[in-house]
């Protein structure tokens, strides 16, 4: 598990892993250290992880792209969240620019009786090159569509928040 402080300004955010006994106390030290916004990343396939994060979330994100075996994988995750009483919703990645791959699966998510966020965040080259040289979309290409995909996603969710 790897809680991901950050803070919403200019400053880099910190990066702070930690075994989900433990969550609590990162938590804590986040909130001391002026924290106002926090991560928390699992693995898909550690549901007792996944849980304790999501008890400890006041919102979970869950990324999916839009094709068969990720929306088929959803399903434990959105059980946890519901599991854990804590709001969720799911975010599209990985969407290709053109086709109906978006439509087809929000009707799919649908199935599970949770909502899907706006902002979807496209296909696009800069996100793998920015993986590649450990940079975020923003890093990479500050001004590019891959960047703005990602600004209007942070500052929605913390509209939600």
């Given at each position: 598990?790897?809680?991901?402080?950050?803070?919403?300004?200019?400053?880099?955010?910190?990066?702070?892993?930690?075994?989900?006994?433990?969550?609590?106390?990162?938590?804590?030290?986040?909130?001391?250290?002026?924290?106002?916004?926090?991560?928390?990343?699992?693995?898909?396939?550690?549901?007792?992880?996944?849980?304790?994060?999501?008890?400890?979330?006041?919102?979970?994100?869950?990324p999916c792209r839009p094709?068969?075996?990720?929306?088929?994988?959803?399903?434990?995750?959105?059980?946890?969240?519901?599991?854990?009483?804590?709001?969720?919703?799911?975010?599209?990645?990985?969407?290709?620019?053109?086709?109906?791959?978006?439509?087809?699966?929000?009707?799919a998510i649908g199935t599970?009786?949770?909502?899907?966020?706006?902002?979807?965040?496209?296909?696009?080259?800069?996100?793998?090159?920015?993986?590649?040289?450990?940079?975020?979309?923003?890093?990479?290409?500050?001004?590019?569509?891959?960047?703005?995909?990602?600004?209007?996603?942070?500052?929605?969710?913390?509209?939600?928040?």
């Amino acid at each position: 598990m790897s809680p991901r402080a950050s803070r919403p300004s200019s400053l880099a955010s910190p990066l702070v892993s930690a075994q989900a006994t433990r969550l609590p106390q990162v938590l804590d030290a986040a909130q001391a250290e002026g924290a106002q916004l926090v991560f928390i990343d699992t693995a898909p396939h550690s549901e007792s992880t996944a849980l304790a994060a999501a008890r400890a979330a006041d919102l979970v994100l869950i990324p999916c792209r839009p094709a068969i075996l990720d929306l088929r994988a959803i399903g434990t995750t959105i059980d946890l969240a519901k599991l854990a009483n804590t709001p969720a919703l799911v975010v599209l990645n990985a969407v290709p620019a053109r086709g109906n791959l978006a439509h087809d699966a929000a009707e799919a998510i649908g199935t599970y009786g949770i909502a899907i966020a706006p902002h979807h965040l496209g296909q696009r080259a800069a996100f793998q090159h920015a993986l590649t040289l450990g940079l975020t979309a923003q890093e990479y290409e500050p001004r590019g569509k891959a960047a703005e995909e990602v600004q209007a996603r942070a500052t929605w969710t913390q509209q939600q928040l």
